[in-house]
């Protein structure tokens, strides 16, 4: 009996079938995830930083003039990064960030996006808006919405905090 062929498979040129649904939804997941992550960088890596410091920059610019902690900027990041501190020094030398020591807790660091940060950030902004509706403008809101919802429902699943 023949097996029905997939785009997925066509795409990444395997010729055996997957071997069950969730293992070709997450292949698409992953694959997905991968394509817009190269266009955005793209993007992004023009203006001098990669990706993971354009996400700490934005991070940053989101907290305002209070800033935050190194572990709270590692918690929020999209893709984790084992070297953040590595991360901000970059970010540091040049010119996007300062970071300062807690007066409470000298422990702590506080990171702040500087006015050369947020210049970058304005600059890349609409190229990267642009960038976003490559990926995601054939899409209409109600698929962009149900895309949202079904890859949070993902999500949940590892997290232990999956709607039943």
């Known amino acids: 009996m023949p097996t ?23 292949v698409s997941i992953l694959r997905t995830a991968a394509v817009v992550q190269r266009h955005i960088s793209q993007v992004v890596e023009g203006s001098g930083v990669t990706i993971q410091q354009y996400n700490v920059l934005r991070i940053l610019r989101g907290a305002g003039t209070t800033g935050l902690p190194t572990l709270a900027i590692r918690d929020r990041m999209i893709e984790e990064a084992a070297g953040i501190t590595r991360l901000l020094d970059k970010l540091e030398s040049a010119g996007h960030v300062v970071r300062e020591r807690s007066t409470p807790d000298r422990r702590q660091v506080l990171c702040q996006i500087t006015p050369v940060g947020l210049r ?28 949202v919802e079904l890859l949070g429902a993902v999500r949940a699943g590892f997290s232990g905090t999956r709607k039943t």
């Open 4 to 26: 029905k062929s997939s785009a997925l498979r066509d795409e990444i040129k395997q010729t055996r079938p997957f071997s069950s649904p969730s293992h070709e939804a997450l």
């Open 120 to 147: 970058l950030l304005a600059e890349l902004d609409e190229p990267v808006d642009a960038a976003n509706d490559l990926a995601l403008g054939h899409l209409d809101e109600a698929e962009k919405h149900s895309l």
